[in-house]
């Protein structure tokens, strides 16, 4: 059974920076499509971005395109979330999320996750 934990998270100022890690155990990692999620109070899960099993490609969603990098490191079992320009509607807990399906524009939907980390808290102060 995989098993992902977040890391990473605190309290920055707007127009700072996190990374964010995704560290998965009981399993190799490199035969998931990590995706990252987010979630405000009152607010449904949001679409981050994804990264394919290779980490070649990834894709982000709109909100963050240009600020938010996927990247990972398989030989560790972990993906990371580089977040850069923070704002503050980026505050949320953030999720990471891995699923075998093939990679795609399914893996913008949360449904098509199997696994989810516990969360991670980015709350970015004015």
């Known amino acids: 059974q995989l098993q992902l934990v977040e890391s990473g998270g605190g309290l920055v100022q707007a127009g700072g920076s996190l990374r964010l890690s995704c560290a998965a155990s009981?399993?190799?990692?490199?035969?998931?499509?990590v995706g990252w999620f987010r979630q405000a109070p009152g607010k449904d899960r949001e679409f981050v971005g994804a990264?394919?099993?290779?980490?070649?490609?990834?894709f982000n969603a709109d909100s963050v395109k240009g600020r938010f990098t996927i990247s990972r490191d398989n030989a560790k079992n972990l993906v990371f979330l580089g977040m850069n320009s923070l704002k503050p509607e980026d505050t949320a807990a953030y999720y990471c999320?891995?699923?075998?399906?093939?990679?795609?524009?399914?893996?913008?939907?949360?449904?098509?996750?199997?696994?989810w980390g516990q969360g991670t808290q980015v709350t970015v102060s004015q």
């Open positions: 999320a891995a699923h075998r399906q093939p990679y795609g524009s399914r893996s913008s939907r949360d449904r098509n996750y199997n696994y």
């Open positions: 009981g399993g190799g990692l490199s035969n998931y499509v």
């Open positions: 990264i394919s099993r290779s980490g070649l490609n990834t």
